[in-house]
């Protein structure tokens, strides 16, 4: 088995301003990791900071690469440890977290993920609420991704085996992977402990392409349950009309 314990891949694209706190979350943890940045070509101050930590890091690279999903691919097939994640470049984990989530699944073999409870913040890590996550059930995950991303790690063998992400997604491949690892493997476990901060800002694709985001989580839904619940199409109205409509307002008004 690997010295290290834990493979994180970090996508990031001119995410210079949140990157650096990132990085601090993971080496702080106190568990043995190998951190691989995956960087798709940045221009702002993304590189300084990737340098400053470049003793600490396993890999990194920067250029054009083939988006996120397959950039989180590339990273985490650079590593050998047991357990994998990755960690978006905005995102950053509380204390212990990690650590929380590795013995979680070390306690449960059974399981090939483990998912724990996230903070909402805002682009300073203000907390702004607690994501919406519950105990795995087949009928909320029909109806809404209750795992949040950064909270969770999966065992390498369970991503190996149902082949990492799918690179074809652009806005929900994480909830593609929940249905996935479900399917084959059965429930992940739920940990009900606060694990990690997901920032909300302006500049993340789920602000920027809302619509696009979720079309394509109803269309996994449909993929992998068979049928789109009718809570979907209730939603929209208020997830996606709504919220665009007040996301220009916020704009015309600064």
């Not at 269309?219 to 809570?231: A, L």
Request: proline residues 4%; hydrophobic residues 45%; glycine residues 6%.
């Amino acid at each position: 088995m690997s010295a290290q314990l834990v493979t994180i891949a970090v996508p990031s694209f001119n995410q210079g301003m949140y990157l650096d706190a990132a990085l601090a979350s993971i080496f702080s943890q106190g568990v043995a990791v190998e951190v691989y940045v995956l960087d798709g070509g940045s221009s702002d101050r993304s590189l300084e900071i990737i340098k400053n930590w470049e003793q600490k890091l396993a890999g990194w690279r920067s250029g054009r690469d083939r988006g996120q999903a397959a950039a989180i691919n590339e990273g985490i097939a650079l590593g050998t440890a047991p357990y994998v994640c990755w960690l978006n470049s905005d995102d950053y984990y509380l204390a212990a977290g990690i650590k929380n989530l590795v013995s979680a699944l070390r306690n449960a073999p059974e399981f090939p993920a483990a998912y724990g409870r996230a903070w909402d913040v805002d682009a300073q890590g203000n907390k702004i609420r607690p994501y919406w996550t519950v105990p795995f059930s087949l009928p909320h995950l029909a109806n809404r991704c209750f795992i949040s991303q950064p909270a969770t790690l999966i065992r390498r063998k369970a991503w190996e085996q149902v082949g990492g992400l799918d690179e074809s997604l652009r806005m929900a491949m994480d909830y593609d992977l929940w249905w996935r690892l479900y399917l084959q493997f059965g429930p992940l476990l739920y940990v009900d402990s606060f694990v990690a901060a997901n920032r909300r800002h302006d500049r993340t694709k789920t602000t920027i392409n809302r619509r696009e985001h979720y079309t394509e989580a109803m269309k996994i839904v449909k993929r992998h349950y068979g049928r789109v619940p009718v809570k979907w199409y209730i939603a929209w109205p208020v997830m996606v009309n709504l919220w665009l409509f007040l996301q220009w307002i916020r704009r015309y008004l600064r």
